[in-house]
């Protein structure tokens, strides 16, 4: 089964307003570099696994303000976003650069990890850990 860890940032971090940041991310149980058109092919084609039984996809890191930690976030608002879709790198992570950083504030960032044609990972059981990862962190 899929499973994800955000390495970078953490909890504790505190990014410098403006400054440029890498995300990093590790998953298991996922052969990435899969991705199809998400114009013109999005959802079109089911799940596929390679011949080692692991899901054929893709991540997306997403990265939103909190105003009120309280309160759902809107999920059409968010302050950076970004598709993985390379292979994942010898030590199995995927990054992306946050070029021109982030304004000063409280941030989550979270994994979206997705099969082939973008759909949500199909997993064999309901009982399991998350395959998603979601952190939050300060810009300050």
């Known amino acids: 089964m899929v499973s994800t860890v955000i390495r970078f940032p953490i909890e504790t971090s505190k990014i410098k307003p403006f400054a440029p940041f890498t ?40 990265i939103q303000r909190i105003l009120n930690r309280f309160a759902p976030l809107d999920p059409q608002k968010f ?9 994942a790198d010898g030590k199995g992570e995927l ?7 982030l304004p000063a504030g409280n941030y989550r960032l979270c994994t979206m990890v997705s099969s082939f044609a973008h759909q949500p990972t199909l997993m064999p059981v309901a009982q399991r850990g998350a395959q998603d990862d979601c952190v939050r962190f300060t810009v300050a």
């Open 79 to 87: 302050d950076f976003f970004k598709g993985l879709n390379d292979p």
């Open 23 to 62: 995300i990093r991310t590790r998953t298991i149980n996922l052969k990435t570099g899969f991705f199809d058109d998400p114009v013109k092919q999005y959802y079109i084609f089911p799940q596929t696994l390679d011949n080692n039984g692991l899901i054929q996809g893709h991540s997306h890191v997403t």
């Open 95 to 101: 990054t992306a650069l946050v070029e021109k950083g």
